[in-house]
């Protein structure tokens, strides 16, 4: 295979011990083949639209980073506008939440061509192109429309909704079609593919050509599902560490006479928040016993604090913690401990390992790597249970989860319920087949598989003509 190119949002630096499993598995392939990684740089000018802002190289070993940086108007309508006001809502089933302003869809046009422009000057002829996300849908037919005729892969991090959904975009048969100039499409579940060749089939005439291919807009793509996973042996050395110990030791000191429950998400409405504090509002009042035994941990990292729906989450979240702490709380017992703060990666592991249940309930995700980190970090012999959310990318893969509807807090509740009381045998044989799963499929085989099927697909024939 040729130099792999990885095009995202954002860039990391694969050599920071910061990087999470995603950027240290792609650093992995970048630095094998001597890759270039093209994105925003994270930087804000005031030059006025349509001027060329600066673009920044760097060389991390073997592999370049190259970024550019956004004017302000770009980054209103292509970032906050479009990717988290439109796309990210849509895809999670949240129309109620989206703002469709056409100022918004333009520049996120603006900015794909701009990317496209930018990096069309730094490929080399075998170059193997990997896009990342729904920041950059576009690209490839915007890269396909300059003269472009390297493999371009595409992977959606976020779930993609069923074809009704999606025709609520005003355009969104020009962003799927614009998924359509990929050589392979790549979903984090079968759920999502599923949406996907039901939406070419229903609203682009799309003819099946064999396994996982189409033939479409008068090409062949390749769809398939490829549900990521984390660096399982990264992790496990992490919980080894002396910080995560030492996080773990004084969790089980301050927590030995009660059972922790452990919820770790970005601050987002996706994730459940909300619907998980009466789950667990639910559980102290029809399980009298858990008021004495049971504290929650919830860590809700600080995220997109520029769009308005997460301030409204936020002061929803805050008013029920305070509520539970309020009615069910004693002098020498609160049962929510709620910090609206980032935790270190390196001791995340360590509070992992001390809690006896892992809550896990979005409303919707892609897949949900806090679940695979939970199991990653768990002993063994005395490990935690995992309450999982069917709406959650994972539950395809983690059956041994006590999965839930996040929807339903009676359910829930009777579920947390159940993980609490589980015994040490039945907790080791889910931990067990949990861990065999998230080994077979960690980041590292995510980043091979996708890759080796991209390296099958056909090339695209120059000079086909895109858009
Ligand atoms: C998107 C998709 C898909 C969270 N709080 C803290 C912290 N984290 C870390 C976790 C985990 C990561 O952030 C969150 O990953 P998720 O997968 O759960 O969720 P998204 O951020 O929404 O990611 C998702 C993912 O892309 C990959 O494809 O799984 O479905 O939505 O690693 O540990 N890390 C630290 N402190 C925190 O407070 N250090």
Redesign the pocket.
Same mark, same amino acid.
């Given at each position: 295979m040729g130099r792999l190119v990885v095009v995202s949002n954002r860039v990391a630096d694969p050599r920071k011990t910061a990087a999470?499993?995603?950027a240290v598995a792609l650093g992995e392939v970048l630095n094998d083949s001597g890759g270039l990684w093209f994105g925003w740089s994270g930087k804000l000018v005031e030059e006025p639209v349509g001027t060329e802002t600066q673009m920044h190289v760097h060389h991390a070993g073997p592999v370049t980073l190259a970024t550019v940086d956004l004017t302000r108007e770009d980054y209103d309508a292509y970032y906050v506008g479009y990717s988290n006001g439109v796309l990210w809502p849509v895809f999670h089933y949240r129309l109620d939440l989206a703002d469709f302003d056409a100022g918004y869809i333009e520049g996120y046009r603006r900015v794909n061509q701009m990317f496209a422009r930018r990096l069309l000057a730094m490929l080399q002829p075998d170059d193997v192109i990997w896009v990342q996300d729904y920041h950059l849908i576009p690209l490839a037919a915007e890269l396909r429309s300059l003269g472009c005729t390297q493999r371009i892969g595409y992977f959606l991090?976020?779930p993609l909704p069923p074809p009704l959904i999606l025709a609520a975009i005003p355009g969104h048969d020009w962003l799927m079609k614009g998924l359509c100039a990929y050589d392979l499409v790549g979903f984090?579940s079968n759920a999502d593919l599923d949406h996907f060749c039901r939406y070419i089939q229903d609203e682009a005439h799309a003819q099946p050509a064999g396994e996982g291919r189409w033939r479409v807009f008068n090409r062949f793509i390749h769809a398939a599902a490829f549900p990521?996973g984390?660096d399982v042996g990264e992790f496990r050395a992490l919980t080894a560490a002396p910080e995560a110990q030492e996080m773990y030791q004084r969790m089980s000191r301050e927590y030995s006479r009660r059972k922790l429950l452990v919820g770790?998400?970005?601050l987002?409405y996706?994730k459940g928040l909300p619907q998980r504090m009466r789950a667990f509002r639910e559980l102290l009042a029809r399980y009298p016993e858990t008021r004495q035994s049971a504290t929650l941990i919830q860590?809700a990292?600080p995220s997109r604090e520029d769009v308005s729906a997460y301030t409204d989450i936020l002061h929803e979240l805050e008013s029920l913690c305070g509520s539970i702490n309020g009615n069910y709380g004693e002098l020498d017992w609160m049962p929510v401990r709620y910090m609206h703060?980032? +935790?270190?990666?390196a001791r995340?592991p360590g509070l992992y390992r001390a809690s006896r249940v892992a809550l896990v309930t979005p409303l919707r995700? %892609?897949?949900?790597? +806090?679940c695979k980190?939970f199991i990653a970090a768990q002993n063994p012999e005395d490990p935690g249970v995992l309450v999982l959310s069917r709406f959650? %990318?994972a539950a395809e893969q983690l059956k041994e989860a006590l999965l839930v509807n996040p929807y339903d807090s009676e359910g829930t509740a009777a579920a947390i319920h159940l993980a609490l009381q589980m015994p040490l045998e039945e907790r080791r044989e889910r931990h067990k087949a949990l861990l065999a799963t998230i080994r077979r499929t960690d980041v590292h085989w995510w980043c091979d598989s996708f890759l080796d099927l991209l390296g099958q697909a056909e090339a695209e024939e120059s000079g086909t003509p895109w858009l």
């Open positions: 999470g499993g995603l991090h976020i984090q990521i984390i770790v998400d970005r987002d996706s860590i990292s703060r980032t +935790v270190a990666r995340l995700d %892609g897949m949900n790597l +806090v980190e959650a %990318g």
